[in-house]
């Protein structure tokens, strides 16, 4: 009988046997747990102590248990997602002065040194371990920045994959028109990752606000610009930067569990995922936003439990280890 660990809502819990049971983490019912992960028999999951990043592991059999060990504290270095295998742990953190960029760093356990393998101008997350351990996968997207260093927005995000062995890092999936999340290695040389159409940062905004300072601006000089009528405001919504929208409530259909290999398109398995993960004997679990549901080897589907917005799912014995 599998366990599914999951995060909703900034809140860690299990679905085992079709029961549901929310689990303590360190720091009380207010802790907000950023990521989780399992290996070697083991549930880790990351919060953020003040300016502190931590991770704890709870035992994957019984994660009610005893108390939670301490497997790292990083002061001012917040960690968001994480992914383990033995004796190494994979985490999203953030060391850019504007808080935008965020980093793959790669800790050696239990002495906690660690590399940072995705330092550029760039926004990585998701780390996942290949099903040998031997490989990191993760995703990473650009940043774009005006001439004054801001973020107007971001490329679309693609598949990489990281050799700790021989630091090689390569590209495996990549479109200019979607952007790619969360990979996963499978069975027989296949790639699983969640699709989504990649969507700018609506320059109307933009657009606008530059006719408004130019209107201010000619009203203080006394210009010929301060006659002309002030922008209306944009219609609809604008869209926010990439990755950094709220988890809806059910995932779009246009977000698509994708199965794919090196040099081939790849294949729609389910649309509707806002969170998934590999089973050992290749079935998929995978949340819509308001269930947790399994995929069958032939197919067929069945609900495992009702829990709403599930941002990421985690299995005690998932083909991806970490």
Same mark, same amino acid.
């Given at each position: ?19 549901? @049971?929310?689990?303590?983490? #360190? =720091?009380?019912?207010?802790?907000? @747990? ?11 999951? !990351? ?17 009610? =248990? ?31 002065? /504007? ?23 760039? @926004?990585?997350? !998701?780390?996942?371990?290949?099903? /040998? ?12 920045? /005006? ?20 630091? #090689? ?58 006659? #002309? ?16 929208? #709220? ?24 649309? =509707? ?14 949340? /819509?936003? !308001? ?15 009702? @829990? ?15």
């Amino acid at each position: 009988m599998e366990t599914i660990f999951f995060v909703a809502e900034g809140r860690m819990g299990m679905i085992r046997g079709g029961d549901v @049971v929310m689990l303590p983490a #360190e =720091g009380g019912p207010e802790a907000e @747990v950023k990521g989780i992960s399992a290996a070697d028999g083991k549930l880790y999951y !990351s919060r953020l102590e003040m300016e502190t990043g931590c991770v704890y592991a709870k035992p994957a059999e019984r994660p009610a =248990g005893p108390p939670d060990e301490a497997v790292l504290r990083c002061r001012e270095m917040p960690i968001y997602e994480i992914g383990g295998r033995e004796g190494a742990m994979a985490a999203v953190t953030s060391r850019g002065v /504007d808080g935008v960029r965020r980093q793959i760093a790669l800790f050696t356990l239990p002495r906690g040194y660690y590399t940072l393998i995705a330092d550029g101008d760039e @926004v990585a997350e !998701s780390p996942s371990w290949g099903r /040998d351990g031997s490989l990191l996968y993760f995703t990473t997207r650009a940043c774009r920045r /005006d001439v004054n260093g801001r973020v107007t927005g971001y490329e679309p995000s693609a598949v990489m994959a990281y050799d700790p062995a021989t630091h #090689e890092c390569v590209r495996l999936f990549a479109s200019p028109d979607y952007d790619y999340c969360a990979p996963r290695e499978g069975r027989a040389g296949a790639y699983y990752f969640v699709r989504r159409p990649y969507r700018e940062l609506d320059n109307r905004l933009s657009r606008r606000l530059a006719r408004l300072l130019g209107y201010l601006a000619g009203r203080l000089r006394g210009g010929k610009r301060g006659k #002309e009528a002030l922008p209306a405001p944009p219609k609809g919504p604008v869209a926010a930067p990439q990755g950094r929208d #709220e988890p809806p409530e059910v995932a779009p259909r246009s977000w698509e569990l994708m199965r794919a290999k090196r040099y081939s398109a790849p294949a729609v398995v389910k649309k =509707g995922v806002l969170a998934f993960d590999l089973l050992e004997d290749g079935c998929i679990v995978y949340s /819509d936003g !308001s269930q947790v549901l399994k995929i069958h080897r032939d197919g067929k589907e069945k609900v495992l439990a009702e @829990v709403p917005k599930v941002t990421a799912l985690c299995a005690v014995d998932a083909a991806n280890p970490g």
